[in-house]
């Protein structure tokens, strides 16, 4: 095979990669966008429904986040509503930081689940334990390290509970963080979350900011069968939840819930749950996966060795520059 050959079968499976990547970002990457903007422009009408709530958080030694963060949860614009901390067995200030609290605000509650009760799946049980203690239906999740940007952020979320829809996802975003990398993949990771969820091929959501009914919970048994590893509450759980009609998503910006995660440890630990709960994902979302990393990865390589073969045609190069525009323009638009 001579160089002009070579030439011609490296660019043209270097533009295969392309086409790929360009209908990754525009048809599927680029749906939440659209979405967002149809329910601006009014095209998609939202519900008002305001049924009473409860809001469960997990805490293990989280004084500072909760005495931080708690309050913006605590004053939320919302008729009815309660906020139940379940305290699994934190070593710090947790436990002061609670009590003094509920003397200001009487719809906090919290409980303890205490040390010799911890296995492998203690977040389970801790939820499981919230989740039992809570007064109302509608259950709302958020992290002790989160907090809303608003005070509509309850409101946003709870409006879609209809008699059809029993989980509503919403977005999260690292407001601090260890490294800029950090924020950029946890926004692709909530990305893609929600243009499935959009699909209705939903499989997973961010236990920073999602919703779901009391029954819906204990109708399910998909997460006992998860039992033996340390995640899965917000992933593998709504695999076994939702349905092709079941799920709402909220892009509005009352919904927004910004994540401190500016520790080193804490970004290894979020990854490690996800890779521990990755195996247990849906086909669709793994082809995808393959597809997208694969495809990108090929793409670079592709560049570097046609561009090796190519000089020093400076036409060609100047082609391969072009390809390399319109891939890096398009991620820069999209995203």
């Known amino acids: 095979m001579n160089f002009v050959s070579i030439d011609i079968v490296l660019s043209a499976a270097l533009l295969l990669c392309l086409i790929v990547q360009l209908v990754d970002y525009w048809v599927f990457l680029y749906k939440p966008y659209c979405y967002q903007k149809a329910v601006q422009k009014g095209k998609i009408a939202l519900p008002t429904a305001q049924p009473p709530v409860s809001v469960v958080i997990y805490a293990r030694n989280e004084d500072e986040n909760l ?78 390290d989160s907090h809303p940007l608003g005070p509509d952020w309850l409101r946003s979320m709870a409006r879609y509970f209809t008699d059809e829809k029993t989980v509503v996802l919403g977005w999260a975003f ?77 892009l509005s910006v009352e919904n927004n819930v910004a994540v401190d995660m500016q520790a080193v440890w804490m970004w290894k630990e979020y990854k490690l749950r996800r890779a521990f709960a990755y195996p247990f994902y849906p086909l669709f979302v793994k082809n995808f996966d393959r597809i997208e990393q694969g495809s990108t990865m090929l793409f670079y390589a592709l560049w570097v060795l046609t561009a090796v073969f190519m000089f020093p045609n400076w036409l060609g190069l100047g082609g391969l520059f072009l390809l390399l525009a319109i891939r890096f323009s398009t991620q820069y638009l999209v995203i």
């Open 67 to 144: 005495e931080t963060y708690l309050p913006s949860i605590l004053e939320q614009n919302y008729p009815d509503f309660e906020v139940i901390v379940v305290n699994e067995d934190s070593t710090d200030d947790t436990e002061s930081v609670l009590k003094h609290l509920e003397l200001k605000y009487k719809h906090l509650y919290h409980t303890i689940l205490p040390g010799q009760s911890r296995n492998v799946s203690r977040k389970k049980m801790a939820l499981t334990l919230g989740i039992k203690a809570a007064h109302h239906e509608v259950l709302v999740f958020i992290e002790a």
């Open 174 to 250: 690292l407001e601090k963080y260890p490294f800029r990398f950090a924020a950029y993949d946890y926004f692709c990771e909530n990305l893609q979350t929600i243009l499935f969820a959009l699909r209705r091929k939903t499989y997973r959501a961010n236990g920073r900011n999602m919703a779901y009914r009391k029954t819906a919970f204990f109708q399910q048994k998909d997460l006992s069968n998860y039992n033996f590893i340390d995640a899965g509450e917000d992933d593998l759980l709504i695999i076994g939840m939702t349905s092709e009609s079941n799920t709402a998503v909220d």
